[in-house]
């Protein structure tokens, strides 16, 4: 198992930054996938980024490349999404999820953390 703890959300200016941070701790933390999604108001979950294990293999969903980044501590085991040129639309809780690194992609991420507010508004 995992336990996954958000931190760095809060109030950020339309264009502006704001980095999360998402500690996973366990046995074998170091062997999961780990990621993030958001849900804004009214809407569905939506995907936001994935990270290996290894922290080579790194995926940002197409409508936030170029803004959002994923990175991993190996060490630390944390995962981390920087947010760059912010816009309301990016408001949202963000959560941060993890599979086993065997598991199937299809079957989801079982595990989430509890989620941080990002709201963007001027």
């Known amino acids: 198992q995992v336990q996954l703890v958000e931190s760095g959300g809060g109030l950020a200016q339309p264009g502006g930054s704001l980095r999360l941070s998402c500690a996973a701790s366990?046995?074998?933390?170091?062997?999961?996938?780990l990621g993030w999604f958001r849900q804004a108001p009214g809407k569905e979950r939506e995907f936001v980024g994935v990270v290996d294990p290894s922290g080579r293999n790194r995926r940002v969903a197409n409508s936030l490349e170029g803004r959002f980044t994923i990175s991993r501590d190996i060490a630390r085991n944390m995962v981390y999404l920087q947010m760059n040129s912010l816009t309301p639309e990016d408001t949202a809780v963000y959560y941060c999820?993890?599979?086993?690194?065997?598991?199937?992609?299809?079957?989801?991420?079982?595990?989430w953390g509890q989620g941080t507010q990002v709201t963007v508004s001027s």
């Open positions: 999820v993890a599979r086993f690194r065997g598991s199937d992609p299809a079957d989801g991420y079982p595990y």
């Open positions: 366990g046995s074998a933390a170091s062997m999961f996938v």
